[in-house]
């Protein structure tokens, strides 16, 4: 269902438009994109790249996060093909600090204390929650998938889903994953809990 409509006359001014995508790689590993782009409507002066022009990006960034299985990061790539200042270009290698370190609990935080701040690029630290997200979509259920194209047999038993996300993963994340949800009831019934009255 759409939005309802605005309830008084508008002009756009700004668009951010933001990409993520899951890869299955050859490797057995997997890659996360994600690319940042903010656009204006109207021109305007930029003291370091001139005119931006209507739909010229001003920020257009983007990274990719190279995971094993278990969501622990092997490589990182950063670039910035838009940036509002020169210096801005300074801060891709920056983000080679993430390596090593696993999606899951307590990400944010732990993005913030190596690349946040002067260490790095609000937008683009911004992508990486969204990059968290995107992970856990992609290799949650695409390790079969991904077995099955490369041929390879299943490595996981019945139950590997449950203990790979459960309690951590999910529960609690959301309406429908909160542990006294129908959903957490039909998919997750150990870890279901009755309403309280």
């Known amino acids: 269902m759409p939005l309802p409509p605005p309830t008084s006359p508008r002009r756009k001014f700004h668009n951010r438009a933001i990409n993520c995508e899951g890869f299955a790689r050859e490797d057995g590993l997997w890659d996360i994109e994600a690319q940042i782009r903010d656009t204006k409507s109207y021109e305007f002066e930029n003291e370091y790249r001139g005119d931006i022009k209507p739909g010229d990006a001003i920020h257009d960034m983007t990274i990719r996060l190279t995971l094993d299985d278990d969501k622990v990061i092997q490589e990182v790539e950063a670039v ?23 999606i899951g609990p307590g990400w944010n935080l732990a993005v913030r204390k190596r690349v946040g701040g002067t260490l790095g690029c609000t937008h683009m630290v911004e992508l990486l929650a969204v990059m968290a997200t995107v992970a856990y979509q992609t290799i949650g259920t695409g390790r079969k998938r991904r077995n099955e194209w490369l041929g390879r047999a299943p490595k996981s038993a019945k139950g590997e889903y449950e203990k790979r996300h459960a309690p951590s993963g999910f529960l609690d994340t959301c309406m429908s994953w909160g542990r006294s949800s129908p959903v957490v009831k039909r998919f997750m019934p150990d870890f279901y809990k009755e309403p309280k009255e």
């Open 80 to 102: 910035m093909d838009g940036t509002p200042f020169a210096y801005c270009l300074n801060v891709p290698p920056n983000f080679k600090a993430l390596k090593g370190l696993k």
